[in-house]
């Protein structure tokens, strides 16, 4: 397989339909532990996104970077919320380092090492924080461990995982920055939504996500028809 701008377009096209699937769950959680808008706000800027890719010229979106820069672009100028413009930085990085016609492994690292910079200088948020940090830091830490040469499908999974160990220590964390600082007890034994979404971009590089039990040891219990249940 070559990891250039089909990769990628299918990548954020999974991304979207991740995000529509799981946008009941991501209201759910963000209602618990933030302003109740990031399911909508995700979904918003992803289903944009698509349609941009969709009227996108014939051949336009053949090199990696540009379906990565069409979703950046897209957040960056259309998504309201905190999180909106921050994936959109991160998208945006992701793109400028996948610069040329193929993904590479030392182009992801780069890309999410200064996506995470960015939004660590901007939202000056650190790991154990509660934020999208603590889910965004172990997946750089997890594309930087892989070699030169290795497979892009697997460090995209290994960053995935990594995500999503740091998305279920959110639950144990008070939060510090962001809109659940200021609920104090009330968002502690509640993942933070924005470590989900970043859960949700690197999972979505394999396959499209259906539903976030799978991935969280709890979900709201105000969400009907879900359970706790342990990750398989």
């Known amino acids: 397989m070559r990891f250039d701008g089909t990769f990628t377009d299918g990548w954020m096209r999974r991304f979207a339909a991740s ?3 799981t946008e009941a769950e991501l ?4 209602q618990q532990a933030g302003d109740g808008d990031f399911g909508v706000n995700l979904t918003t800027g992803l289903d944009a996104t698509v349609r941009a890719l969709n009227g996108a010229p014939t051949g336009s979106l053949a090199a990696a970077q540009q379906p990565l820069q069409t979703a950046a672009t897209t957040f960056l ?7 909106g413009p921050l994936f959109g930085l991160l998208l945006e990085e992701l793109a400028l380092a996948a610069a040329g016609t ?6 992801l690292a780069a890309g999410a090492g200064s996506g995470l910079s ?5 939202g000056e948020a650190a790991p154990g924080d509660k934020t999208l940090i603590d889910a965004l830091a172990p997946a750089c830490d997890a594309l930087n461990s892989r070699g030169t040469d290795a497979d892009v499908r697997e460090a995209l999974a290994a960053a995935a995982g990594a995500a999503w160990d740091g998305v279920r220590n959110t639950a144990q964390l008070r939060a510090r920055r962001g809109r659940a600082s200021y609920l104090g007890e009330r968002a502690t034994g509640v993942a933070d939504p924005g470590a989900v979404g970043i859960g949700l971009l690197f999972a979505s590089a394999g396959e499209t996500v259906t539903a976030l ?3 969280l040891t709890c979900l709201p219990a105000s969400l009907p028809g879900t359970e706790t249940r342990p990750r398989p």
């Open 213 to 215: 039990a799978p991935f």
């Open 77 to 83: 100028d259309e998504v309201g919320g905190t999180s």
């Open 118 to 122: 960015v939004i660590q200088r901007i």
């Open 19 to 21: 995000a529509s699937a």
């Open 27 to 30: 209201t759910a959680l963000d």
């Open 102 to 107: 193929a993904l590479t492994v030392p182009a």
